[in-house]
């Protein structure tokens, strides 16, 4: 009986020392590739930070989508939501800087998730998806009607930030943006690390994979999910405050369809149920997006679509799951 548990307590601790060292990897992964981006491309930051941005976004697309199995076509509008929060504050109340700025993004995508959650979490499947794309579409009508408020078609402008702590200014080759994106992005990451690792993380991995057990265990699949989603909006809306404080103009594609489901598929290319995977997947997609586009701007998006294809036929779990499936098999095998 001793001997078990001191194995148990073994192999938990052996488990925690693994996503320590994981977590340290991702973090120091991500740090690393900024400053190779910094110094690789010092005339693209606006790209760079663009790029992180939308990693934002399919990190919280990731939350309902790969842990919880939530369908959706609309993630969006809790992006949107963000950019439009920190842009109002600022262009029609004058909170301009720049904390202030994302915390309002945060509130405005927690409040949209809560709204999404709350009609999409009614429907199961293939509902979910019907119900997501009218919520996206509606969101964008709104913002499209309340031109007072928004800009309209036109966009929202008059954004305008104060230096990070009274002493990083915006400049305008986007050297503060992008170094301020990067500490967002690292927040945020480790934040999540520890949020998918804890009990409720837990609870929505069960969700999606038994939701029948975990209701007869006393918990609720409906409440869960809907905390999810707040804390989906939230990290969305981080990525929308960015791009409000980083371009100072929200414009009404920041709510469209496109953006969503192109948030899916880059969380599909680098697979779901990970943030690593959501990570790669955006980061793969956008760079390769803007080389063939600029390569070969006649053709490529039949270049795109051929990666997607290649994609999805030989590496199903995605670029990031395959690949680290193909490691686990081989340290077994090695062991």
């Not at 009990?199 to 994979?209: N, S």
Request: hydrophobic share 55%; glycine share 12%; net charge neutral.
């Amino acid at each position: 009986m001793t001997l078990a548990m001191n194995t148990d307590t073994a192999a938990a601790a052996a488990r925690r020392h693994r996503s320590a060292g994981r977590d340290f990897a991702g973090v120091a992964a991500i740090i690393v590739l900024a400053a190779i981006g910094y110094l690789l491309f010092p005339d693209n930051l606006a790209l760079l930070t663009r790029i992180i941005a939308i990693a934002l976004l399919v990190l919280s697309l990731d939350l309902v989508t790969g842990y919880c199995g939530v369908a959706t076509l609309g993630h969006a509008a809790l992006f949107g939501s963000g950019a439009y929060a920190a842009g109002i504050v600022s262009a029609h109340y004058g909170i301009t800087d720049p904390l202030l700025m994302a915390l309002a993004g945060i509130a405005g995508g927690a409040i949209a998730g809560l709204i999404c959650g709350a009609v999409i979490l009614r429907a199961h499947g293939l509902p979910q998806l019907v119900l997501s794309i009218a919520l996206i579409n509606l969101f964008h009508e709104f913002a499209n009607k309340a031109s007072s408020w928004t800009g309209g078609s036109d966009g929202l402008s008059g954004i305008s930030a104060d230096p990070v702590l009274g002493y990083f200014e915006f400049d305008l080759y986007g050297h503060t943006a992008y170094i301020f994106g990067v500490i967002l992005l690292l927040a945020v990451f480790i934040l999540l690390r520890l949020l998918v690792r804890s009990p409720f993380g837990m609870l929505c991995r069960g969700i999606k994979e038994d939701p029948l057990r975990i209701r007869a265990m006393g918990a609720s699949p409906k409440a869960a999910l809907m905390k999810m989603y707040v804390i989906s909006g939230a990290v969305a809306g981080i990525g929308g405050a960015l791009t409000a404080i980083s371009t100072q103009v929200v414009g009404l594609d920041s709510l469209s369809f496109t953006l969503s489901a192109e948030s899916l598929v880059m969380l599909v290319l680098g697979g779901t149920g990970s943030l690593f995977g959501a990570l790669s997947g955006t980061v793969i997609f956008m760079l390769f997006e803007d080389y063939v586009s600029a390569a070969n701007p006649f053709h490529w998006l039949t270049m795109v679509g051929a990666l997607l294809i290649a994609v999805v036929l030989f590496a199903p779990k995605g670029l990031y799951g395959t690949a680290a499936a193909v490691l686990s098999r081989r340290k077994e095998a090695g062991e």
